[in-house]
């Protein structure tokens, strides 16, 4: 018997929606301020404005930079800010935190402003598997952006998804 082999998933109006898809391009830096505190613990605010204001900051053009603190120093909130307005010419976007805390807001910020009519009445499947460096919430944060707009939410691959949602 030689029946003729039909994609079903190829043939189905399934919509895949992949974060690597709106992924920002640029390299991501860590900026650890503890290297301008003394011992690692303590900061002296002018040798911390001079280390800054010495600084080269061009070296971070066009890169994203999350400003952390490797040790347990009480830094002041202003330390951060000043740091954040001597690279503000250069950079594409600084925050504070980690670098996965740095993607969880690139994708916060871009999926707050997606237009996700598109997927209106539709079935979508969140693709799961990743490359590129997806933080769980923009997962999170996509799925509930859909949530209004899509027929059904799917997560993983056509051919093996598992079902999240079911307009009814």
């Known amino acids: 018997m030689s029946e003729e082999i039909i994609n079903r998933v190829a043939n189905s109006k399934l919509v895949t929606f992949n974060l690597e898809d709106i992924y920002p391009k640029g390299e991501r830096v860590a900026f ?3 290297q301008w505190l003394l011992e690692g613990i303590v ?3 002018s040798d911390f404005r001079e280390q800054a204001k010495q600084h080269d900051w061009s070296q971070y053009q066009d890169k994203y930079v999350a400003l952390f603190c490797s ?3 009480i830094v002041p909130g202003w330390a951060y800010l000043l740091l954040s307005l001597h690279l503000a010419p250069f950079v594409k976007k600084v925050t504070v935190g980690s670098l996965e805390e740095l993607e969880s807001t690139l ?3 871009l999926l ?3 237009d996700v009519s598109e997927y209106t009445d539709k079935p979508v499947i969140i693709k799961g598997c990743a490359h590129k460096p997806i933080p769980q919430n923009a997962y999170v944060l996509l799925a509930q952006k859909l949530q209004p707009v899509a027929k059904s939410i799917m997560y993983g691959e056509a051919c093996s998804s598992v079902p999240l949602y079911k307009k009814r």
């Open 32 to 34: 650890d301020i503890s």
């Open 43 to 45: 900061l002296r605010e």
């Open 107 to 109: 994708f916060a910020e």
């Open 71 to 73: 040790t347990d120093a």
């Open 112 to 114: 707050q402003n997606l």
